[in-house]
Nanobody, 125 residues
Framework: QVQVAESGGGLVQAGDSLKLTCVAS?????????MGWFRQAPGKEREFVAA????????YYSDSVKGRFTISGDDAESTMYLQMNNLQPEDTAVYYC?????????????????WGQGTQVTVSS
C-alpha cells in the first residue's frame, strides 16, 4: 500500500520561509512517478503548486509561486521538499503532497492517485 505524508507546516510571518517535506512509503518509487504539491485555502478549491519528475528532471510551477517556491527531493529516499520563500498571507492554505504514475509534470489534478493528509501553512501579515 502506497502512502505519502507531509510535514513542516506552521505559522510564519509575511516574508518568512518554510520548508515542507513529503515522505512516501510502500511501493511508490519516486523515480517512476511525478510528485506534486497542491494547496487549498479556506473557502477555495484545491490548486496546483508545483510538480517534479525525477526521470526527466523536469519541474513545473504555478505562476503564483514561481520564483518564490522550489520543489526538490531525493528519489532514493522517497522524500520530496517544497522550499517556500517570501511567504505571503495569500499562501495560507493546507498543503498536500500527491503522486501519479507518469512523466507529465503538467498533469491535471485528477491524474494524481496518491494523496497525503495535508499540512497547514499560515502566513500572518
Amino acid at each position: 500500500q502506497v502512502q505519502v505524508a507531509e510535514s513542516g507546516g506552521g505559522l510564519v510571518q509575511a516574508g518568512d520561509s518554510l520548508k515542507l517535506t513529503c515522505v512516501a512509503s510502500g511501493r511508490l518509487t519516486f523515480r517512476s512517478y511525478t510528485m506534486g504539491w497542491f494547496r487549498q485555502a479556506p473557502g477555495k478549491e484545491r490548486e496546483f503548486v508545483a510538480a517534479i519528475n525525477w526521470s526527466s528532471g523536469s519541474t513545473y510551477y504555478s505562476d503564483s509561486v514561481k520564483g518564490r517556491f522550489t520543489i526538490s527531493g531525493d528519489d532514493a529516499e522517497s522524500t520530496m521538499y517544497l522550499q517556500m520563500n517570501n511567504l505571503q498571507p495569500e499562501d495560507t492554505a493546507v498543503y498536500y503532497c500527491a503522486g501519479h504514475y507518469s512523466d507529465y509534470v503538467t498533469a491535471p489534478e485528477p491524474m494524481y492517485d496518491y494523496w497525503g493528509q495535508g499540512t497547514q501553512v499560515t502566513v500572518s501579515s
